[in-house]
């Protein structure tokens, strides 16, 4: 039998086009100040600038207190953005990133931060590897818990558009939920028994799960408590599933180890895969639509994927 043979349907195009970047770091996470100019950010202290909607991207060596910084999320809210990583490190700009200033963070810090949201002038969001999430309105100058106790160790974590957070346990076995307003986080146990890859919210807030085998679930459109039937988009795979984005309220990319690319035009009911992003030798960590026209996928290698429908190469073959 053949067990990596893949009977998933192709599809009809080909819309990403490979970017060879100027560095062999891992790469962890992208944002725009607008649709031209923007950065990645990565391991080794990794900052990578576009001007150019992301065709083309340059080094950006800061000068910090330690040689080598892992940044591990970025953001921006207009020309006023964040970046946080470990050993544990705020950097802030109101200059679109022209210059950086080093924030301190407290000695108390539980954790080290993997993620930060702009949300407003003077006002972000970071959160912790074990869930602590803290607030500033005032430029990073004071910082409030919005949570009185950390979940533990998470693997990944996730926040919707309304502030809610997912966070997967570091082992895949449960997963937790914080609402605004909560003092605690909310844990759940895995519903199969397959661990846990990542969670993440859907369109219209509810959530999605990627377990190990290709599993797929999302929660019910009428409870966002419940989940729906396992999905596997593809059968017999020895690779994993590793993010899920929307491109629109229907269409769903999943990526994937060893260049594994997906995707769903009926919100999840049927999928396609694309062969001409297969030969790509990458693991693709991460997906990010900044808009239904502008999109990258995160790899290693210093290859980036960037969605560029212009582009998009017909496959004659693709009801093979």
Same mark, same amino acid.
């Given at each position: 039998?053949? #067990?990596?043979?893949?009977?998933?349907?192709?599809?009809?195009?080909?819309?990403?086009?490979?970017?060879?970047?100027?560095?062999?770091?891992?790469?962890?996470?992208?944002?725009?100040?607008? #649709?031209?100019?923007?950065?990645?950010?990565?391991?080794?202290?990794?900052?990578?600038?576009?001007?150019?909607? %992301?065709?083309?991207?340059?080094?950006?060596?800061?000068?910090?207190?330690?040689?080598?910084?892992?940044?591990?999320?970025?953001?921006?809210?207009?020309?006023?953005?964040?970046?946080?990583?470990?050993?544990?490190?705020?950097?802030?700009?109101?200059?679109? @990133?022209?210059?950086?200033?080093?924030?301190?963070?407290?000695?108390?810090?539980?954790?080290?931060?993997?993620?930060?949201?702009?949300?407003?002038?003077?006002?972000?969001?970071?959160?912790?590897?074990?869930?602590?999430?803290?607030?500033?309105?005032?430029?990073?100058?004071? $910082?409030?818990?919005?949570?009185?106790?950390?979940?533990?160790?998470?693997?990944?974590?996730?926040?919707?558009?309304?502030?809610?957070?997912?966070?997967?346990?570091?082992?895949?076995?449960?997963?937790?939920?914080?609402?605004?307003?909560?003092?605690?986080?909310?844990?759940?146990?895995?519903?199969?028994?397959?661990?846990?890859?990542? #969670? @993440?919210?859907?369109?219209?807030?509810?959530? $999605?799960?990627?377990?190990? @085998? @290709?599993?797929?679930?999302?929660?019910?459109?009428?409870?966002?408590?419940?989940?729906?039937?396992?999905?596997?988009?593809?059968?017999? *795979?020895?690779?994993?599933?590793?993010?899920?984005?929307? +491109?629109?309220?229907?269409?769903? $990319?999943?990526? %994937? %180890?060893?260049?594994?690319?997906?995707?769903?035009?009926?919100?999840?009911?049927?999928?396609?895969?694309? +062969?001409?992003?297969?030969?790509?030798?990458?693991?693709?960590?991460?997906?990010?639509?900044?808009?239904?026209?502008?999109?990258?996928?995160?790899?290693?290698?210093?290859?980036?994927?960037?969605?560029?429908?212009?582009?998009?190469?017909?496959?004659?073959?693709?009801? *093979?």
């Amino acid at each position: 039998m053949c #067990m990596g043979c893949s009977r998933v349907v192709s599809t009809s195009y080909n819309p990403w086009e490979i970017i060879n970047l100027p560095t062999e770091a891992k790469l962890i996470d992208i944002a725009f100040v607008d #649709m031209s100019h923007g950065y990645l950010v990565g391991s080794q202290t990794t900052l990578l600038e576009t001007k150019d909607g %992301g065709r083309n991207w340059h080094p950006i060596k800061l000068d910090l207190d330690k040689p080598n910084y892992r940044f591990n999320s970025i953001s921006f809210n207009g020309e006023e953005g964040w970046i946080v990583g470990e050993p544990s490190l705020n950097l802030h700009t109101t200059d679109a @990133g022209a210059s950086w200033l080093q924030i301190p963070l407290s000695e108390q810090l539980p954790g080290n931060p993997i993620s930060i949201v702009a949300l407003d002038a003077n006002t972000a969001e970071i959160a912790t590897d074990i869930g602590a999430i803290y607030k500033t309105t005032d430029g990073g100058k004071n $910082w409030k818990a919005q949570v009185t106790q950390a979940v533990g160790v998470v693997r990944n974590l996730e926040r919707s558009d309304n502030g809610q957070y997912v966070a997967v346990s570091a082992k895949g076995n449960f997963y937790s939920v914080w609402q605004p307003g909560n003092e605690a986080w909310e844990s759940h146990n895995r519903n199969s028994s397959r661990r846990i890859e990542n #969670m @993440g919210f859907t369109k219209n807030g509810h959530m $999605w799960m990627l377990a190990r @085998g @290709g599993q797929i679930q999302f929660t019910k459109p009428d409870n966002s408590n419940e989940w729906l039937d396992t999905e596997y988009p593809e059968f017999a *795979t020895s690779w994993g599933l590793l993010d899920l984005a929307y +491109r629109t309220p229907e269409e769903i $990319w999943v990526s %994937g %180890g060893s260049g594994n690319l997906l995707r769903s035009s009926d919100g999840g009911k049927t999928w396609e895969k694309d +062969r001409d992003v297969e030969n790509v030798p990458a693991n693709l960590y991460k997906i990010v639509f900044l808009s239904s026209e502008e999109g990258f996928v995160i790899s290693d290698h210093g290859i980036l994927l960037r969605y560029n429908p212009t582009v998009a190469r017909i496959n004659p073959e693709a009801t *093979t």
